[in-house]
């Protein structure tokens, strides 16, 4: 594990990364899920793509990198380039899961690699619905202390900044940015997926115009027993483009 100092629009962040392969001249990008951590991604790629140096990032504020401030996603997408600059990462490759794929979408690389990627505003049950109410309504009344109990399990457990940062990018719409990503983009998805749904993964794939999109067994971290398919997949298209 290393850690690169990143100063951006005078904020200060410490990004815990990791690179396999790294005498390798291509680069393949891998960016985590909200709440998540590089190692997850290392578990599912790490033994795949040989011919790539594998960079995995702590997103800020996760893992073993820090974050302080209030951020959306589209900070997050700054930080990362930044980052990438500076260590000279080439954007051959990016590939990201759920939240970290509305990151690898702003970064335009020149292959796109979407896993359950967040970005699609779902239309919430009325379950969820009767306790973003009875919560607002509470905190009101003053109960402010009682958010654990009524917020998804994303939100949970959170510093009031990183929470705060939840609630931006859990409501951005990035079907526009969809549409403006102009690149090669594979779209993986798990059939099971509920956190975010496979008519999400459908719909991304009409905004994204060359883009391909596949179906696989499995939930939100169907990637985990799929990375093999998935790895190959990459490495045709990309020897293609």
Request: net charge positive; with cysteine; proline share 1%.
């Amino acid at each position: 594990m290393a850690i690169r100092n990143i100063h951006f629009e005078n904020k200060h962040f410490k990004i815990s990364y990791d690179i396999i392969n790294p005498s390798n001249k291509k680069d393949i990008v891998f960016l985590h899920g909200w709440g998540s951590n590089k190692e997850i991604m290392q578990i599912g790629f790490k033994d795949d793509l040989k011919e790539f140096r594998h960079i995995y990032i702590d997103l800020m504020g996760f893992g073993k990198s820090d974050n302080s401030y209030i951020l959306n996603t589209f900070d997050y997408a700054k930080i990362v380039e930044k980052f990438l600059n500076e260590l000279k990462i080439k954007k051959n490759i990016i590939c990201g899961h759920s939240f970290g794929g509305k990151v690898a979408t702003l970064l335009n690389p020149q292959l796109l690699i979407l896993l359950s990627s967040a970005g699609i505003i779902e239309e919430k049950p009325w379950s969820i619905k009767l306790k973003i109410s009875t919560f607002k309504f509470l905190k009101k009344l003053g109960f402010t202390n009682l958010r654990n109990l009524f917020i998804a399990n994303d939100g949970k457990n959170l510093s009031e900044n990183m929470y705060e940062t939840f609630k931006l990018v859990v409501d951005e719409d990035f079907s526009q940015s969809f549409v403006k990503h102009k690149k090669s983009t594979l779209i993986f998805w798990g059939i099971e997926d509920k956190a975010t749904t496979l008519k999400s993964g459908e719909k991304i794939n009409k905004l994204i115009e060359n883009s391909q999109f596949f179906t696989l067994d499995g939930d939100h971290y169907f990637f985990l027993k799929q990375s093999n398919f998935i790895s190959q997949k990459i490495g045709e298209i990309y020897g293609r483009i």
